[in-house]
């Protein structure tokens, strides 16, 4: 039977009151500490009572390293930091909703990091473009430094750490960010890893330590926490690039992603159905679909196509961003066939933090 887009569903062991996901999106409002705070509870708060069934945070940092990004990110990396999410799980779970935990190693995307002087790369390869405005100011990207042996290990239980956090803070999963240019990213793509070790080469080979830590973390968690990976082809400052290998080589990702022990796969792209891959026909939440691993897809979704791409999915969740940014009560308004709110990017003006948007959200009120 056709699985209704505000149906209940079960999703990678999690009974979810429906398919929408707010999708992660990071908003720089923690503490300089790197702690959550009361101004994130609110912000969360509303996406649950908003009607969305499970929402995804923004990218956390899992390490006292070379994880953090961004200034006034928030972290995973310390006691005080695990205790600050207490509030905010609390706040999403008696609204109804679950909460999984991102986490994020900037790799060379770094903008500002309190505990290491130099981003660590898979090797010197800065990105693309420059860095974003939406996340505090910065001219050009810094040098990086490449990851020697023992910078892979200590990725890798840093990773562990962060996740070590997650489950005793009390979230339901962690989703471990391989999309957008970040660290895991980096390592995935032939822009940055231009290895000549047993770490660089073709698909196979470039994918060897993001299932090392998969294969880590699926011994670490306990029963029931799930275990999530967002995978994309373009970064942050490049819509544009491409695997060399093809539909075929993410085939097998996927599917090495699973056997690893993944939960779930969270598939990000511009346009959720463009086919995406080098000589490949279909789109990469699609390979996702047909391998009949659980899959979210984002990209592009809102209120004049939802139900078309939930019943394009039927199993999947659907992540909204920009749909969510400007109205968290998407969820709410479109089962009544109510319009939702349209985004306007001043809300994100200088920056995209909690404080601009809700002096923005005061000053526009109807
Ligand atoms: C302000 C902002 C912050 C974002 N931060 C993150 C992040 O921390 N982690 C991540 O995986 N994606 C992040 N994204 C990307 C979104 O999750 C999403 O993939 C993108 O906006 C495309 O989906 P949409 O068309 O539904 O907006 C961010 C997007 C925006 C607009």
Redesign the pocket.
Known sequence: MFNSEFSSTEFAGMKLHNRFAL?????VSAEANGRANARMVEHYKRYAEGGFALL????IYPDQAASQGYENQPGLADALQVESWLPIIRAVHDSGAKIIA?L?HAGAQVQYNSFDQQPLGVTEQQPKGAPLG??GTQESWHDVKAMDESDFERVLNGFLHGIRGAVEAGFDGV?L?G??G?LLNEILSTHFNTREDKWGGDMQRRAQFVLEIVKAAREMVPNGFVLGM?L?QIT?TDQDYQWPEGEESFNWLVQALADAGIDYI?T?????NTPALKGGVRSLAEVVRDAGIPLIV?????DTNYAKVAAHYPESLL???????ADPQFVNKVKEGDKPDALDFAM?QPI?NIENEMRWRAENKD
């Open positions: 999708a992660p999106m990071t908003r995804i945070t923004e990218g991102q994020m939406l996340y989703e960010h999309a957008n970040y967002r994309s942050i969270h990000t792209d511009t346009e959720v984002n990209g592009g979704i809102d992540a909204l961003g920009k749909a969510a940014l994100l995209a």
